[in-house]
């Protein structure tokens, strides 16, 4: 059975920091490519950042290049999104997925609130 467990999520200030993290279980995660997606209020889901399958190539939306990292850990299955300089506007649940998404793979996700 396939999960995909989001953590690391609360509320912040304005400028301040998080760590993200996703587990995976069910697949052999050092097979796929990876991605983190965000869906705010009212919106639709977006791709956030994405990591090949060994790591070296990374992609990021433009609201984040500059802000955000994505890494990767495949002995531990667990993709990561480290998040600097946090704006109101990335307030968002935030879901990590394959690259491209599988439909089925959707986990919880973890909410993210940026707030003074």
């Known amino acids: 059975q396939v999960q995909l467990v989001e953590s690391g999520g609360g509320l912040v200030q304005p400028g301040g920091s998080l760590r993200l993290s996703c587990a995976a279980s069910?697949?052999?995660?050092?097979?796929?490519?990876m991605s983190w997606y965000r869906q705010a209020p009212g919106k639709e889901r977006e791709l956030v950042a994405f990591?090949?399958?060994?790591?070296?190539?990374?992609n990021y939306a433009d609201s984040v290049k500059g802000r955000f990292t994505i890494s990767r850990d495949n002995a531990k299955s667990t993709v990561y999104l480290q998040m600097n300089s946090l704006k109101p506007e990335d307030t968002a649940v935030y879901y990590c997925?394959?690259?491209?998404?599988?439909?089925?793979?959707w986990g919880q996700g973890t909410q993210v609130t940026v707030s003074s």
């Open positions: 069910g697949f052999t995660f050092s097979n796929y490519a």
């Open positions: 997925n394959t690259s491209p998404a599988r439909p089925g793979y």
């Open positions: 990591i090949s399958i060994a790591g070296y190539v990374t």
